[in-house]
T-cell receptor, first 111, second 114 residues
Framework: EDKVVQSPLSLVVHEGDTVTLNCSYEVTNFRSLLWYKQEKKAPTFLFMLTSSGIEKKSGRLSSILDKKELSSILNITATQTGDSAIYLCAVMGFGNEKLTFGTGTRLTIIP | NAGVTQTPKFQVLKTGQSMTLQCAQDMNHNSMYWYRQDPGMGLRLIYYSASEGTTDKGEVPNGYNVSRLNKREFSLRLESAAPSQTSVYFC?????????????FGPGTRLTVT
Protein backbone atom coordinates (compact mmCIF):
# COMPACT_ATOMS: atom_id res chain seq x y z
CA GLU A 1 0.00 0.00 0.00
CA ASP A 2 1.34 3.42 -0.99
CA LYS A 3 2.05 5.84 1.83
CA VAL A 4 2.88 9.56 2.12
CA VAL A 5 4.06 11.32 5.28
CA GLN A 6 4.39 15.08 5.46
CA SER A 7 6.20 17.15 8.04
CA PRO A 8 5.81 19.32 9.93
CA LEU A 9 2.05 19.05 10.48
CA SER A 10 1.88 22.80 10.96
CA LEU A 11 4.24 25.72 10.72
CA VAL A 12 3.92 29.37 11.72
CA VAL A 13 6.44 31.88 10.38
CA HIS A 14 6.70 35.62 9.82
CA GLU A 15 6.26 37.27 6.47
CA GLY A 16 9.55 37.31 4.58
CA ASP A 17 10.86 34.09 6.11
CA THR A 18 11.86 31.07 4.02
CA VAL A 19 10.17 27.74 4.72
CA THR A 20 10.87 24.14 3.77
CA LEU A 21 8.11 21.54 3.77
CA ASN A 22 8.91 17.84 3.68
CA CYS A 23 7.28 14.86 2.06
CA SER A 24 8.45 11.24 2.31
CA TYR A 25 6.80 8.39 0.48
CA GLU A 26 6.55 4.68 -0.08
CA VAL A 27 5.17 3.65 -3.46
CA THR A 28 5.45 0.62 -5.70
CA ASN A 29 7.12 1.55 -9.02
CA PHE A 30 7.31 5.30 -8.51
CA ARG A 31 5.85 7.35 -11.37
CA SER A 32 5.39 10.88 -10.03
CA LEU A 33 5.11 13.12 -6.97
CA LEU A 34 2.76 16.09 -6.96
CA TRP A 35 2.43 19.16 -4.74
CA TYR A 36 -0.87 20.97 -4.21
CA LYS A 37 -1.85 24.15 -2.35
CA GLN A 38 -5.19 24.19 -0.56
CA GLU A 39 -6.58 27.47 0.69
CA LYS A 40 -10.20 27.64 1.72
CA LYS A 41 -11.59 25.30 -0.89
CA ALA A 42 -10.22 23.07 -3.62
CA PRO A 43 -6.58 21.97 -3.85
CA THR A 44 -4.77 23.67 -6.70
CA PHE A 45 -1.90 22.02 -8.56
CA LEU A 46 1.63 23.39 -8.01
CA PHE A 47 4.25 20.97 -9.32
CA MET A 48 4.76 17.47 -10.61
CA LEU A 49 8.15 15.76 -10.21
CA THR A 50 9.20 12.61 -11.98
CA SER A 51 12.40 10.63 -12.50
CA SER A 52 13.09 12.78 -15.55
CA GLY A 53 12.17 16.06 -13.88
CA ILE A 54 13.43 16.18 -10.32
CA GLU A 55 13.44 19.96 -9.86
CA LYS A 56 10.71 22.49 -10.54
CA LYS A 57 10.55 26.21 -9.85
CA SER A 58 7.86 28.81 -10.17
CA GLY A 59 8.52 32.24 -8.77
CA ARG A 60 9.22 31.97 -5.05
CA LEU A 61 8.26 28.29 -4.92
CA SER A 62 10.59 25.45 -5.79
CA SER A 63 10.59 21.70 -5.26
CA ILE A 64 13.15 18.93 -5.44
CA LEU A 65 12.70 15.17 -5.62
CA ASP A 66 15.25 12.87 -3.95
CA LYS A 67 14.56 9.41 -5.35
CA LYS A 68 17.33 7.85 -3.28
CA GLU A 69 15.83 9.13 -0.03
CA LEU A 70 12.24 8.68 -1.27
CA SER A 71 11.40 12.24 -0.37
CA SER A 72 10.70 15.69 -1.68
CA ILE A 73 10.92 19.22 -0.32
CA LEU A 74 8.89 22.30 -1.17
CA ASN A 75 10.67 25.59 -0.56
CA ILE A 76 8.96 28.95 -0.34
CA THR A 77 11.19 32.01 -0.16
CA ALA A 78 10.21 35.54 0.95
CA THR A 79 6.87 34.24 2.24
CA GLN A 80 3.74 36.38 1.96
CA THR A 81 0.42 36.18 3.80
CA GLY A 82 -1.11 34.77 0.61
CA ASP A 83 1.09 31.70 1.04
CA SER A 84 -0.94 30.70 4.11
CA ALA A 85 -2.56 27.40 3.16
CA ILE A 86 -2.39 23.65 3.56
CA TYR A 87 0.24 22.12 1.29
CA LEU A 88 -0.48 18.59 0.13
CA CYS A 89 1.92 16.04 -1.29
CA ALA A 90 0.74 13.04 -3.36
CA VAL A 91 2.39 10.14 -5.19
CA MET A 92 1.44 7.85 -8.04
CA GLY A 93 3.01 4.55 -9.09
CA PHE A 94 3.12 2.88 -12.50
CA GLY A 95 0.18 0.59 -13.10
CA ASN A 96 -1.92 2.58 -10.64
CA GLU A 97 -4.12 5.45 -11.77
CA LYS A 98 -4.63 6.68 -8.24
CA LEU A 99 -2.93 9.43 -6.25
CA THR A 100 -2.12 8.76 -2.60
CA PHE A 101 -2.16 11.96 -0.54
CA GLY A 102 -0.42 12.90 2.66
CA THR A 103 -2.31 14.68 5.42
CA GLY A 104 -0.71 18.01 4.55
CA THR A 105 1.29 20.77 6.24
CA ARG A 106 -0.67 23.78 7.46
CA LEU A 107 1.43 26.89 6.85
CA THR A 108 0.51 30.17 8.53
CA ILE A 109 2.29 33.40 7.62
CA ILE A 110 2.11 36.17 10.23
CA PRO A 111 2.29 39.73 8.84
CA ASN B 1 -13.86 27.18 -19.07
CA ALA B 2 -15.55 26.45 -15.75
CA GLY B 3 -13.15 23.55 -15.04
CA VAL B 4 -14.68 21.13 -12.52
CA THR B 5 -18.05 22.05 -11.05
CA GLN B 6 -19.89 20.39 -8.18
CA THR B 7 -23.40 20.65 -6.81
CA PRO B 8 -24.60 21.24 -4.19
CA LYS B 9 -22.08 23.33 -2.22
CA PHE B 10 -23.63 22.44 1.14
CA GLN B 11 -26.06 19.75 2.26
CA VAL B 12 -27.49 18.57 5.57
CA LEU B 13 -29.03 15.10 5.69
CA LYS B 14 -30.67 13.05 8.38
CA THR B 15 -29.35 9.53 9.03
CA GLY B 16 -30.84 7.13 6.50
CA GLN B 17 -31.61 9.72 3.83
CA SER B 18 -30.15 9.42 0.35
CA MET B 19 -28.65 11.97 -1.98
CA THR B 20 -26.54 12.32 -5.11
CA LEU B 21 -23.57 14.65 -5.48
CA GLN B 22 -23.09 15.89 -9.01
CA CYS B 23 -19.80 16.62 -10.75
CA ALA B 24 -19.07 17.85 -14.26
CA GLN B 25 -15.89 18.86 -16.09
CA ASP B 26 -15.47 20.74 -19.34
CA MET B 27 -11.78 19.98 -19.96
CA ASN B 28 -12.42 16.81 -22.02
CA HIS B 29 -10.59 14.79 -19.39
CA ASN B 30 -10.67 11.00 -19.44
CA SER B 31 -10.39 10.24 -15.72
CA MET B 32 -12.59 11.46 -12.89
CA TYR B 33 -12.36 10.92 -9.14
CA TRP B 34 -14.32 11.33 -5.92
CA TYR B 35 -12.49 12.08 -2.66
CA ARG B 36 -13.52 12.82 0.86
CA GLN B 37 -11.48 15.05 3.15
CA ASP B 38 -11.68 14.77 6.93
CA PRO B 39 -9.62 16.65 9.52
CA GLY B 40 -6.25 14.97 10.04
CA MET B 41 -6.96 12.34 7.36
CA GLY B 42 -6.02 14.11 4.16
CA LEU B 43 -7.77 13.33 0.89
CA ARG B 44 -9.02 9.75 0.58
CA LEU B 45 -10.17 8.29 -2.71
CA ILE B 46 -13.71 6.90 -2.74
CA TYR B 47 -14.16 5.87 -6.39
CA TYR B 48 -12.62 6.74 -9.71
CA SER B 49 -13.39 6.32 -13.38
CA ALA B 50 -10.63 5.99 -15.98
CA SER B 51 -13.04 6.31 -18.88
CA GLU B 52 -16.71 6.57 -19.73
CA GLY B 53 -18.48 3.41 -18.64
CA THR B 54 -15.82 2.22 -16.19
CA THR B 55 -15.58 2.73 -12.44
CA ASP B 56 -13.28 1.32 -9.76
CA LYS B 57 -13.18 1.38 -5.99
CA GLY B 58 -10.72 3.54 -4.13
CA GLU B 59 -9.60 3.43 -0.52
CA VAL B 60 -12.98 4.08 1.18
CA PRO B 61 -15.85 2.93 -1.12
CA ASN B 62 -18.23 1.47 1.47
CA GLY B 63 -21.57 3.27 1.64
CA TYR B 64 -21.16 4.95 -1.75
CA ASN B 65 -22.06 4.27 -5.36
CA VAL B 66 -20.98 6.11 -8.49
CA SER B 67 -22.11 6.58 -12.07
CA ARG B 68 -20.00 7.82 -14.96
CA LEU B 69 -22.92 9.18 -16.97
CA ASN B 70 -20.81 10.34 -19.91
CA LYS B 71 -17.33 11.76 -20.40
CA ARG B 72 -18.25 15.01 -18.65
CA GLU B 73 -20.23 13.82 -15.63
CA PHE B 74 -19.46 11.62 -12.63
CA SER B 75 -21.95 11.38 -9.78
CA LEU B 76 -21.60 10.04 -6.24
CA ARG B 77 -24.60 8.57 -4.43
CA LEU B 78 -25.13 7.96 -0.75
CA GLU B 79 -27.97 5.44 -0.48
CA SER B 80 -28.42 5.60 3.29
CA ALA B 81 -26.41 8.38 4.86
CA ALA B 82 -24.62 7.82 8.17
CA PRO B 83 -22.99 10.37 10.52
CA SER B 84 -19.59 8.85 9.60
CA GLN B 85 -20.13 10.23 6.10
CA THR B 86 -20.04 13.81 7.37
CA SER B 87 -17.16 15.24 5.37
CA VAL B 88 -16.11 17.54 2.55
CA TYR B 89 -16.37 15.81 -0.82
CA PHE B 90 -14.20 16.77 -3.76
CA CYS B 91 -14.51 15.72 -7.37
CA UNK B 92 -11.43 15.84 -9.59
CA UNK B 93 -10.47 15.09 -13.18
CA UNK B 94 -7.29 14.47 -15.16
CA UNK B 95 -6.16 13.69 -18.69
CA UNK B 96 -4.64 10.41 -17.49
CA UNK B 97 -3.90 8.01 -19.15
CA UNK B 98 -3.75 9.93 -22.42
CA UNK B 99 -2.04 12.94 -20.87
CA UNK B 100 -0.82 14.41 -17.60
CA UNK B 101 -1.34 12.86 -14.21
CA UNK B 102 -2.17 16.06 -12.38
CA UNK B 103 -5.71 16.21 -11.12
CA UNK B 104 -7.88 19.32 -11.11
CA PHE B 105 -10.36 19.69 -8.29
CA GLY B 106 -13.85 21.09 -7.98
CA PRO B 107 -14.86 23.49 -5.17
CA GLY B 108 -16.18 20.75 -2.90
CA THR B 109 -19.46 19.82 -1.20
CA ARG B 110 -19.69 20.13 2.57
CA LEU B 111 -22.02 17.37 3.78
CA THR B 112 -23.33 17.04 7.33
CA VAL B 113 -25.28 13.95 8.40
CA THR B 114 -27.18 14.30 11.68
Amino acid sequence: EDKVVQSPLSLVVHEGDTVTLNCSYEVTNFRSLLWYKQEKKAPTFLFMLTSSGIEKKSGRLSSILDKKELSSILNITATQTGDSAIYLCAVMGFGNEKLTFGTGTRLTIIP
Amino acid sequence: NAGVTQTPKFQVLKTGQSMTLQCAQDMNHNSMYWYRQDPGMGLRLIYYSASEGTTDKGEVPNGYNVSRLNKREFSLRLESAAPSQTSVYFCASSEFPQGGYEQYFGPGTRLTVT
